[in-house]
């Protein structure tokens, strides 16, 4: 027999099963094997007395077939046929029935033909009732044919002995059962010599934390459930331990670089700004402020990520940072998810900037800079200008959409990139931007979001972390109702009715719809699900104009007006030419209209609960109080129901994350980056596990500081080495 190590091909131990386990979970090689865990455990118990049994009850039998018959039967949902076994095992005392259900016929001919009749086995499942019998389904089964019958008993005994006290059941297909894999498995860990160790000696010691091949043993084959959680608690650990050494490694690789300092310069643009400001800066804005202002006058790239609720007034400390670096010669990009977005940034920085934003034109302050605006869908010769403008340096700041990640865009002498609602953009799309500077730019990332700290630390874990916490003073209050269709139809006229009275109060209204275009005209055009009715923006804006508003100025948004359209209609809204903006998500993040106080979301329930925080934070942001009523055809007590009056009922941004976190699976809190296979996170939820995470960091950063090429620790580099080369193809795919 060859030496079987780490590496070795799944073959090696998992024989003819191989093709089936690597086509079903994607595991290659003996260390992938090892790192597939159980699903979960069952007490071995004791063997079950077919009398005893309780429906649901997890029960282990020994017992003889008495006989076994195949039934094929037309699969209706899949077309073709289908199998069922039907098989009858006795025990001393009773007879039960084993039901085993296959697609293929191969597979169901090769169970009928490991099923003899009057062999003995080992059948494991869960007990149910047919036609007063007990029936297992599909239950886990070891057959021991064998020409004396007793010599099978003998060997189901054996077999039943032999198991470890906690019976392992893995995820399992209807290719490859459980036992295939337990037997790969039990083979590769007594096979195996070497188990690779990435968590340090020294680390172990401290969190006092079992070896690696220990912990394989004890996931695979624990002899009571404290050895089970024993395996846990390092294999978790170690999980969190290689993402937190890979941001450590990121960090210290951003502290080591070098970068121009932006210290500005008194009578600048800042100060200029900070002058003409219309209001008093927040404290959280006043603090976060001169942090910012610190890291850019340093030698070495600022990492920032800016938390703060919806309206509590990032815009502004973006802006001061951007000012700082045209005061201190360089340019500024921001960058934003959505061109509604960019436009917006464009023309409210524009605005506050005032003369200071016409550098060099007629009207102009005179040392005042220009602020360039570069989306997908300008013109050939708006795009020129604009390009060349960054090019130059002419213009200090640069806004932009995913636009300005082209390969075309030159920046003369980038110092700052700030990019805003950063759940949309991944890590290496920030290193892009950066890569335009001559010199490491510094980078701001913002996000309305609220990312609990466990999540902050893992995805977003090489920036530092300031958070804004206060709303500016003044602001009105904004009350949300449900508006149950089912229950109260009435409401929704009543609702209308409060629109109409907002507007002739000089106040403007969003109506938010989750589509675009109605049901028929989606269903040929998309192939949309024929019979989902949810709201369209193109069906309700006639309606609410012709009909139910009628006298008021109704406009439509949505992604797929073109660029100058949506400007347009952006621009007629801001200025308060629009009464009624009938739009999708596209308002979602960041659109700012401080005379906007009232919003109807139609058919709420089909938003997710981050979504409509992020919707309501497009109201109450002037002094006027706002009004926000989620219409719903969603019955009372329902999941969907339950999250809209969870909405309504508090604006703490942090507690609807949590809300929201608690529904999402944890892929999608990762975000595609993160999530998958190849993230090797299998034990460690980022939500629940903040404790290790935090241990986890600390002694990664440890390490990291103390040895940067983790020359010392050959496993460990590998591993890390491997996740990040993961983490680039995820990347590269997407791209
Ligand atoms: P967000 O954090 O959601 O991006 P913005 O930066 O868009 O918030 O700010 C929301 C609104 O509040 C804008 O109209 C902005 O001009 C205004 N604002 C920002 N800071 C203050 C402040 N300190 N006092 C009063 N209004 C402010
Ligand atoms: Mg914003």
Known sequence: MPTITWDSKLATVAGKSAPKIEKAFGLRTVGELLRHYPRRYVPKGELSEVGELEIGEHVTVIAQVVSAQQFSYPDRRRGGMAYRLEVVVATEADQLTLTFFDKRKHIADWRKRSIVEGAHGLFSGKAGRFRDRWQLTNPQTKVFSSELAESGLDQAYA????????????????????????????????????VPEPVPGRVRLEQGLVSARQALEWIHRPGSWQEKGTAEKRLRFEEAFVTQTVLAQRRAALSGLDTVPRPGRAGGLLDRFDESLGFELTAGQRAVGAEILDDLAARHPMHRLLQGEVGSGKTVVAIRAMLRIVDSGGQAALLAPTEVLAQQHHRSITTMLGSLASGGMLGGAEDGTQVALLTGSLGAAARKAA??????????????????LEEGVQFADLGLVVVDEQHRFGVEQRAALSAKGGTPPHTLVMTATPIPRTVAMTVFGDLETSTLRELPAGRGDVQTSVVPMLE????????????????????????????????????????????????????VAPLLSEQTLQGLRVEVLHGQLGSDRKEAVMRAFAVGEVDVLVATTVIEVGVDVADASVMVVLDADRFGVSQLH????????????????????????????????????????????????????????????QSGSRSGLRLLSVLRHEEVIQAARESATELVTADPDLSAEGDLAAVVRRLVESEQADYLEKA
Do not use: M, N
């Not at 999250?643 to 699976?665: I, N, P, Y």
């Open 488 to 539: 109260r139809p009435d409401w929704l006229d009543r609702a209308w009715k409060r629109v109409r009275e907002e507007v002739d109060q000089g106040r403007q209204a969003y109506v938010v719809c989750p589509r675009i275009s109605g049901a028929s005209a989606d269903a040929s055009s998309q192939g949309e699900l024929a019979g989902s009715d949810a709201a369209a923006v193109e069906d």
């Open 614 to 673: 992020q919707l309501r934070g497009r109201i109450g942001r002037g002094a006027v109080p706002g009004l926000c009523l989620l219409v719903t055809r969603s019955a009372p007590d329902t999941p969907a129901r339950s999250r809209l009056e969870a909405v309504a009922a508090t604006r703490d941004g942090f507690e609807l994350s949590r809300v929201d976190l608690e529904q999402r699976r944890e892929g999608d809190v990762l975000g595609a980056a």
């Open 387 to 404: 390009l060349l403008d960054a090019a130059s340096g002419a213009a200090g700041i640069v806004i932009g959409t995913h636009a300005l």
């Open 159 to 194: 077999a039943w002995e032999s198991l470890p006290a906690l019976l392992t059941i893995y995820p399992a297909t209807a290719a490859v059962q459980t036992w295939q894999i337990q037997d790969a498995i039990a083979l590769a860990l007594d096979l195996v010599e070497e």
